[in-house]
């Protein structure tokens, strides 16, 4: 599976961005879907997972409240709304795929990753 991510930007403290990644080239529900993010001099680090079907998703604490993830398997897409940003949030964000309907938080369990789109929050 091919994967395209879009939406990020240059947003204040407290707003919001909604995060999109287009999968294509193979069924879109048989894979597991995550987001991670990488900040210059960090390791990428899990933000966000959802299920084949979206009937479980996990997230990392510092994003509990304010992230949401969800996938419209009709349209191959899965989203990343993120609610209250702030500075920490900033990075290049990245999605994934796992082949498999099961969601985890590695790194090293997603075999097919997206381009990354940059979110930047800053005032």
């Known amino acids: 599976v091919q994967l395209q991510a879009s939406g990020g930007g240059l947003v204040q403290p407290g707003e919001s961005l909604r995060l999109s990644c287009a999968g294509s080239?193979?069924?879109?529900?048989?894979?597991?879907m995550a987001w991670f993010r990488q900040a210059p001099g960090k390791e990428r680090e899990f933000v966000a997972a959802?299920?084949?079907?979206?009937?479980?998703?996990y997230y990392v604490d510092s994003v509990k409240g304010r992230f949401t993830i969800s996938r419209d398997n009709a349209k191959n897409t899965v989203y990343l709304q993120m609610n209250s940003l702030k500075p920490e949030d900033s990075a290049v964000y990245y999605c994934?795929?796992?082949?498999?309907?099961?969601?985890?938080?590695?790194?090293?369990?997603?075999?097919?990753w997206g381009q990354g789109t940059e979110v930047t929050v800053s005032s």
């Open positions: 994934a795929a796992r082949n498999s309907g099961t969601a985890y938080v590695a790194v090293r369990e997603y075999q097919h």
């Open positions: 080239g193979r069924t879109f529900t048989n894979y597991a």
């Open positions: 959802i299920s084949w079907i979206g009937g479980w998703t």
